[in-house]
């Protein structure tokens, strides 16, 4: 989302193009046809259920001018009331991993900072990394709590956008390259978010895998590949979680903008889903009145305007021109009666209307446990060839080291910055968790635009190793240099992508510099995703990814590192050995031409192009190590029903320490008309275990676990044959195999 001064230009040229040129209808590429089973949705005719007729009469009383108030914005983060009618204001909010701090209008910069604070909740990359849809729940339903008590009425947010390329600046806010993984994830989260009285908002629908050139940037991609990998997170969100609301992307999706795409919104999220809530505009995403009337956006929003003087709302693409148009008979009322009808439906649907809704709360000692709890399980151990860790009692000296150490990340990223009350880092996180060990601290390098190797910071980090039992390196990403300067976003941050997967300011001859002074050192890396680790990792015996973390996430490091919690976090994605392999750049198109994408690489996404066309990633998707052992056995498939199969299986602690582990089963079909991966994540559950205890976990595989979208026919198909299922710790990890014809 787009909120700074830098963006006001873009928005001021829109502004001006109000009028004729709005109105004009520029023809779409041509889409497929929708499939066999589509559910139509008409504009008339919606249930008279007793809220419907409520929304009748309203929408009866209402003149016109109303009515387009409140289908755009009257303010940075508000959409129009109605006062005389008792209809509020539609208040939002980011972001995906806490509620925002407060700005825009109405708000006093000098007021004390704790009443726009909100806890910090690891991000979404961490939080997949779980594995965990009932955590995704319990963050979703502290989040929306939090949003509620905050005053918010949407919260914008989960972002679920397929992880195409680890370039991308905020994969750190979505989830997977898997649309499974997303789906279980998603569904949990915007089901607990909801049950707090606010609306989630999914986003970014869709395609937004790459922040360059993401306003103008037209993606073309497969039908296949749409159905398959890019559209399953969403319909599952819409179908399955019930997302009250859903933003429309800023990219192109086959010559036409997402937010008013008529196949995205119209034909499929509307006629196919069935969807009833509002699609809202990603902020300044509108490019044309006529098609965002007829194709679906129900609600316009934009950038801040509040730096300008008196900034006139009305003149958005949803403003004064839809009154024209009515007036002039070009547009149909219903067109406009529709989107209010939605509007007013979400207001009842979450008690805006009666303001009975519970009041929620903000910075709660419960909320900032779920997040530590995230934080836990989302952190994954990498490596651990020496047993390093655990750390044991004969460590009493600690070098920690590096800039990450000691550098909050909440206010980082862009939109989705949180002005939390505290911010455990993994310094401060290790200082706590045991008073007899010394801890020393080295900076080891600088964030900083430009920042190379510091020589000096590398001998004083070495020197600190050197004289310490072990060393701890925390290093990879960050969100920027200035976190208050949106220009200053870097790596993983809004609006911008990575220009490589290159650790940046010399941590890699920092890292090789330690190694030498103390071989006992740990590896943890900051970020939204993998970087290239080649010149040291197989010198460094343990690493651990620790995402972004959350407000706890110092607290979660150090309960890991001590063995006080034992990891079970498993990779969401991929992390490719170079930026070469990965299939986006090797097979497809990154960041395309400055006018268009192409997705060549199709459904061969993450893991299903690595198993696929055999290439190695370096750690690959589903996997993380624990502290203790499991064994998999008694592996039976069979029928249980049209189209279904259980797949039953035992999980067994084989070692010394209570864990977690995410048994995983994907799928292969034997021999199919068409190109399918080598294996497709379609079920998994994550069991904890006692050492020595055991399990037995029963799954049930619906016909989709077996189905491919046929181009040819339009829809659906699955092709008889032998089916394989392989159940094991990843990917890579497969521990049992049966198969069965269907």
């Not at 395609?207 to 559209?231: C, F, K, P, T, W």
């Not at 198993?611 to 203790?628: E, I, M, Q």
């Not at 079909?669 to 275990?689: Q, T, W």
């Not at 699955?718 to 299922?725: A, I, K, N």
Request: proline share 6%; aromatic share 8%; charged share 20%.
């Amino acid at each position: 989302m787009m909120t700074n001064l830098r963006k006001c230009a873009f928005l001021l040229i829109s502004l001006a193009a109000v009028g004729p040129i709005m109105a004009q209808q520029s023809t779409p590429a041509q889409q497929p046809k929708p499939p066999e089973g589509s559910k139509p949705m008409a504009i008339k005719g919606a249930p008279k259920d007793p809220t419907e007729l409520k929304i009748d009469q309203l929408i009866k009383k209402m003149t016109l001018a109303e009515k387009v108030d409140m289908i755009h914005a009257s303010s940075s983060f508000t959409s129009g009331g109605i006062p005389r009618l008792g209809i509020p204001e539609l208040t939002m909010s980011d972001g995906p991993h806490g509620v925002r701090l407060e700005h825009g209008r109405g708000w006093d910069e000098t007021l004390v900072h704790v009443f726009d604070s909100a806890t910090y909740f690891p991000t979404g990359v961490c939080l997949a990394a779980t594995w965990n849809p009932q955590l995704g729940y319990q963050q979703g339903s502290a989040l929306g709590s939090e949003s509620n008590a905050r005053g918010k009425d949407v919260q914008l947010g989960p972002g679920i956008n397929i992880i195409r390329t680890p370039l991308n600046g905020r994969n750190f806010e979505y989830m997977s390259e898997d649309p499974y993984l997303v789906s279980r994830m998603v569904v949990g989260e915007i089901k607990g978010m909801q049950s707090q009285g606010i609306s989630a908002c999914v986003k970014h629908y869709l395609a937004n895998n790459q922040e360059i050139g993401r306003s103008h940037i037209d993606v073309e991609m497969s039908e296949r590949a749409l159905r398959e990998i890019y559209l399953p997170g969403f319909k599952a969100a819409i179908t399955e979680g019930g997302a009250n609301t859903i933003m429309g992307a800023y990219n192109k999706f086959r010559g036409q903008f997402c937010t008013e795409n008529a196949y995205l919104i119209d034909t499929i999220l509307k006629k196919e889903w069935g969807f009833k809530g509002i699609v809202i505009s990603d902020w300044g995403a509108v490019h044309n009145t006529m098609e965002a009337l007829e194709n679906g956006t129900d609600l316009e929003m934009g950038t801040d305007l509040s730096m300008l003087p008196n900034p006139d709302y009305h003149k958005f693409f949803l403003g004064d021109t839809v009154m024209t148009l009515v007036r002039d008979g070009a547009v149909s009322e219903a067109l406009v009666d529709d989107k209010v009808r939605r509007i007013l439906r979400i207001m009842f649907k979450t008690h805006m209307m009666d303001h009975s809704r519970a009041k929620g709360a903000f910075d709660t000692k419960a909320h900032q446990m779920v997040a530590r709890k995230v934080a836990e399980e989302g952190i994954v151990l990498l490596k651990n060839t020496q047993n390093l860790l655990p750390l044991n009692n004969n460590v009493r000296r600690i070098a920690v080291i590096g800039a990450n150490a000691d550098r909050p990340n909440a206010q980082g990223g862009g939109s989705s910055q949180v002005r939390s009350l505290y911010e455990v880092t993994p310094l401060q996180g290790l200082k706590n968790a045991n008073s007899n060990v010394e801890i020393t601290y080295a900076q080891g390098y600088t964030i900083a635009r430009g920042a190379q190797a510091d020589k000096a910071l590398i001998a004083q980090a070495a020197q600190a190793a050197a004289q310490a039992d072990v060393a701890i390196i925390v290093g990879g990403w960050t969100h920027g240099y200035d976190y208050a300067v949106w220009k200053d976003n870097a790596y993983d941050a809004e609006d911008v992508d990575k220009p490589d997967m290159n650790m940046p300011f010399g941590q890699d001859e920092l890292i090789k510099a330690v190694v030498k002074a103390n071989p006992k050192t740990i590896v943890v890396l900051m970020g939204g995703g993998p970087i290239d680790m080649t010149q040291w990792e197989n010198t460094v015996p343990s690493i651990l990814q620790a995402w972004y973390p959350g407000l706890e996430g110092g607290t979660a490091l150090a309960n890991i590192l001590y063995g006080k919690v034992n990891p079970s976090g498993k990779l969401p994605m991929s992390f490719p050995v170079k930026l070469e392999d990965v299939p986006a750049h090797k097979l497809g198109e990154y960041p395309g031409d400055d006018t268009t994408v192409r997705y060549n690489d199709g459904i061969y996404v993450g893991y299903r192009y690595y198993d696929t066309y055999k290439v190695a990633p370096l750690f690959p998707f589903g996997y993380g190590l624990s502290y203790t052992t499991f064994g998999y056995s008694n592996l039976s498939v069979t029928p249980a029903g049209p189209g279904k199969v259980t797949v039953r299986f035992t999980v067994r602690n084989t070692g010394t320490r209570p864990g977690a582990e995410v048994a995983q089963v994907y799928v292969h079909e034997a021999k199919c008309s068409v190109d399918r991966p080598e294996k497709e994540l379609k079920s998994f559950e994550k069991v904890y275990l006692e050492p020595g205890a055991s399990k037995t976990i029963t799954l049930t595989l619906n016909k989709d676990a077996f189905q491919y979208y046929s181009e040819a026919k339009r829809q659906w198909v699955m092709e008889p044959g032998r089916f394989d299922f392989l159940v094991g710790s990843s990917s890579r990890d497969i521990r049992l195999t049966g198969n069965l014809e269907l």
